[in-house]
Nanobody, 116 residues
Framework: QVTFVESGGGLVQPGGSLRLSCTAS????????MGWYRQAPGKQREAVAT???????SYADSVKGRFTISRDNAKNTVNLQMNSLEPEDTAVYYC??????????WGQGTQVTVSS
């Protein structure tokens, strides 16, 4: 069983910034990548950004240049710095990880609302 501690969601005005953090309980040696997905009302869950244990990031086109993902392997933590937020970024953001045996685990989600 993998548990996650997610933090950093909230309400922000357009153009503002938020930082999401997620710590997973799984042994780092078992993890292939960690990252963030999001789901807006009435839409499918979509990938936002992921990063491998080797530090290779991947971003959705919609967030490139605005979001930055980073990780601390020693703490099994992944962070998502979100700048220049737009109303379209409003969603529940889910921390996720994939193991080297290709099993996926999900956090409980944190709400991000971008509104004036």
């Amino acid at each position: 069983q993998v548990t996650f501690v997610e933090s950093g969601g909230g309400l922000v005005q357009p153009g503002g910034s938020l930082r999401l953090s997620c710590t997973a309980s799984l042994d780092i040696f078992s993890i292939y990548f960690m990252g963030w997905y999001r789901q807006a009302p009435g839409k499918q869950r979509e990938a936002v950004a992921t990063i491998t244990t080797a530090g290779i990031p991947s971003y959705a086109d919609s967030v490139k240049g605005r979001f930055t993902i980073s990780r601390d392997n020693a703490k099994n933590t992944v962070n998502l710095q979100m700048n220049s937020l737009e109303p379209e970024d409003t969603a529940v953001y889910y921390c996720t990880l994939r193991t080297k045996t290709v099993r996926d685990y999900w956090g409980q989600g944190t709400q991000v609302t971008v509104s004036s």
